[in-house]
């Protein structure tokens, strides 16, 4: 049986699909709005957009068969590769039309595989780029990977842009940098979205409660390419992606991962990770998962694949 903690749910979900805006929503808002021509811009894009991870699903996708998604933001600092300091992972079963969505604290202590190191899970980005975070989630989770998409955390303020800023709503009163970011609806450009989002050390919540106004500010901006989509700003978004993301996911599977997994897309429930965290006799922070939270999160997405 899957074993999945029951939790309140939100007035506003956090779907699978607003993670992969750069991606399958971006595709479906364009084929919308401007039918041959977004077709042909997405596959352009697409192809410049694809990283050196070899994937292991486009069969698995072609036969509609459960499939997993490794969800990376990355902040890349002039000169180093950069760590992920955003990942999560998806996991779609068309045949159940249902998918778990489990977002995996940055400075969560594993087994980075291939550095024969144990440290924090966003480091493995750093060490062996995403072919080494793919496997360490893989052994953190005991689930295979088919699939990644990441994006350049500083594309991210782009975005934002060029979608004409977003309005969140902001459950925390705080402030970066001379910004105030006070309790309710904010306006966001770019440039402060990234610092709303980034925030955490002022936060009771910790990565919690920055993944969750993570959420928010990419939920409004799936939002707004919903209902609001020119040409013009189409191909602002583009170049966008075409700068700032890197996937697996070739044209074909995506568009059938935006079209035959969009039931499994909407009908999704999130996981959350219980633990504790503090510094450790080298004087780094460190978060571990309790064992049954991390068992019962392996369950749930086992289950999820068919390998339950």
């Not at 106004?213 to 013009?232: F, N, P």
């Not at 191909?235 to 993301?245: H, L, P, S």
């Not at 999160?297 to 999820?304: G, I, M």
């Amino acid at each position: 049986m899957e074993k999945v903690r029951k939790r309140k749910k939100n007035k506003k979900r956090f779907t699978p699909l607003k993670i992969l805006f750069l991606l399958a929503v971006v595709l479906l808002t364009g084929i919308g709005g401007f039918i041959g021509y977004t077709y042909y811009q997405v596959d352009q894009t697409v192809k410049q957009i694809q990283g050196p991870v070899k994937n292991t699903g486009d069969r698995i996708v072609e036969k509609q068969k459960p499939v997993s998604i490794l969800l990376l933001g990355v902040d890349k600092r002039q000169g180093e590769r950069g760590r992920s300091d955003t990942i999560m992972v998806m996991t779609l079963n068309p045949t159940r039309s249902e998918s778990r969505l489990i977002s995996i604290p940055r400075d969560t202590k594993v087994d980075i595989v291939g550095q024969g190191t144990n440290d924090k899970i966003n480091h493995a980005y750093s060490f062996g780029g995403p072919d080494m975070a793919i496997k360490t989630v893989e052994k953190f989770l005991d689930i295979p990977i088919n699939y990644y998409a990441e994006i350049n955390m500083e594309g991210f303020t782009s975005l934002v842009d060029a979608v004409g800023g977003v309005t969140v709503n902001n459950d925390l009163d705080f402030q970066v940098e001379n910004v105030h970011f006070p309790i309710g609806q904010v306006n966001l450009d770019g440039a402060s979205a990234l610092k709303f989002t980034r925030m955490r050390y002022e936060d009771p919540r910790g990565d919690f409660g920055r993944q969750m106004r993570q959420r928010e500010v990419i939920g409004q901006v799936v939002s707004k390419l919903s209902t609001d989509v020119s040409l013009s700003k189409f191909n602002a978004i583009m170049d966008v992606v075409g700068k700032n993301a890197q996937t697996n996911v070739s044209f074909e599977p995506m568009r059938t991962l935006a079209f035959d997994y969009m039931d499994a897309f909407r009908n999704q429930k999130n996981l959350k990770l219980e633990g504790t965290g503090g510094k450790e006799a080298d004087g780094i922070y460190y978060w571990h998962p309790t064992e049954d939270s991390l068992n019962d999160t392996k369950v749930a997405l086992r289950y999820s694949l068919d390998l339950e």
